[in-house]
């Protein structure tokens, strides 16, 4: 995909769940799956997002069977370094990437909370994840280019004669390529992605904030010679005008609460990450930010996920797109409350009209050029 071209990415789970919908049914459902991977192919997104969290179905399982009941669309497998080895991961994504016909990217997140890390066994800090995932992605890029066995040894990882007989599908500058997308906000991940990300994800940001961390971003990838794309999500909440696009806010709101009192929650205290730090900064603007970013339900979660959104009609929110669009950023990452509803909805108007206004803009760039 060039610089100047938009993509979309959607999010697929293993059940019906949302901060309006408590989870129901089998933790795993395979015909969920299918029929969500199904609706964002046929909604005309270009990749599906799988999470991954400390409790839920494993993520590489649930690409593998996604990826076997569609035909076109593309994959972002979300992927904690640390509980695999690199040279195993390697192999595995290699092999998973092989298998979905070069259709997989790799999200590599390195943990912004101390106690889900120790779930699976991790004890690091912060930072020293960082670092671990620098190492990480040294060692996996080399198990994918090496034509021959090598040794390693680092401060996190230890290897002796690492080789690889499969490679991947895709290529970059002409050799073996698994897309590399990363996320992290804070001094000791922006480094990392400067020298490894093929994708820079933040999450949705004020215009203010998201301009002045693309240029972070940038001006460490320049450090390396390299260039980055951004992505940038949001949990569009649509309806035929805007009016009634604010209504639905408010229940997504109101019903949100009620859920949360249901579990148990309190009202959501900052969480670890400086990404999470970020989104409630915005949100202590107000509820409402720029043209309609709404900030609601990240104040009331403590910025958990993505959770801003923007709010208004198919047409006003691809005018918002096109605002960050502007700022450099190729790729929206768009999944709704009404998890797979949405993603069909977002399919008839929203996604064509954002890519008819970027190749307007294209246009007309060209023109003045």
């Known amino acids: 995909?060039?610089?100047?071209?938009?993509?979309?990415?959607?999010?697929?789970?293993?059940?019906?769940?949302?901060?309006?919908?408590?989870?129901?049914?089998?933790?795993?459902?395979?015909?969920?799956?299918?029929?969500?991977?199904?609706?964002?192919?046929?909604?005309?997104?270009?990749?599906?997002?799988?999470?991954?969290?400390?409790?839920?179905?494993?993520?590489?399982?649930?690409?593998?069977?996604?990826?076997a009941v569609t035909e076109r669309?593309?994959?972002?497998?979300?992927?904690?370094?640390?509980?695999?080895?690199?040279?195993?991961?390697?192999?595995?994504?290699?092999?998973?990437?092989?298998?979905?016909?070069?259709?997989?990217?790799?999200?590599?997140?390195?943990?912004?909370?101390?106690?889900?890390?120790?779930?699976?066994?991790?004890?690091?800090?912060?930072?020293q994840r960082y670092a671990r995932t620098d190492e990480y992605l040294d060692v996996l890029r080399k198990v994918w280019t090496a034509e021959k066995p090598f040794d390693h040894e680092g401060t996190h990882y230890r290897a002796q004669g690492a080789f690889s007989e499969i490679k991947p599908l895709q290529t970059q500058g002409g050799k073996p390529h698994v897309p590399v997308y990363f996320g992290g906000a804070s001094e000791a991940a922006i480094p990392v992605a400067g020298k490894h990300a093929d994708v820079y994800a933040l999450w949705g940001e004020s215009l203010d904030q998201a301009r002045e961390l693309t240029a972070r971003v940038r001006a460490e990838a320049a450090k390396h010679g390299r260039s980055v794309r951004f992505s940038v999500s949001f949990r569009p909440i649509l309806a035929d005008t805007e009016e009634a696009a604010w209504a639905r806010a408010d229940r997504i709101l109101e019903e949100t609460r009620r859920l949360r009192v249901v579990a148990g929650y309190a009202r959501g205290g900052p969480q670890q990450s400086e990404g999470a730090r970020r989104l409630l900064a915005a949100a202590d603007k107000g509820p409402r930010v720029d043209k309609r970013l709404w900030t609601a339900i990240a104040q009331e979660t403590g910025g958990r996920s993505n959770s801003t959104a923007l709010v208004g009609t198919p047409e006003q929110v691809a005018d918002a797109l096109l605002d960050y669009w502007d700022l450099g950023v190729s790729t929206f990452l768009i999944r709704g409350f009404d998890p797979l509803e949405d993603a069909t909805d977002y399919g008839r108007a929203l996604i064509p009209r954002t890519r008819e206004l970027v190749a307007q803009r294209i246009a007309g760039q060209r023109r003045a050029a």
């Open 73 to 127: 669309i593309h994959f972002m497998l979300a992927h904690r370094p640390g509980f695999v080895a690199p040279t195993l991961a390697a192999r595995q994504f290699a092999t998973l990437d092989q298998l979905s016909g070069g259709r997989l990217a790799v999200h590599y997140i390195s943990g912004g909370s101390d106690e889900e890390q120790r779930r699976d066994g991790d004890w690091l800090d912060h930072d």
């Open 1 to 67: 995909m060039s610089q100047n071209d938009v993509e979309f990415i959607g999010m697929i789970q293993g059940q019906k769940v949302s901060e309006i919908h408590a989870p129901r049914g089998p933790v795993f459902d395979p015909a969920y799956v299918r029929a969500f991977a199904q609706a964002h192919e046929a909604a005309g997104f270009d990749r599906i997002l799988v999470p991954h969290h400390s409790t839920i179905p494993d993520a590489t399982l649930t690409v593998a069977h996604a990826a």
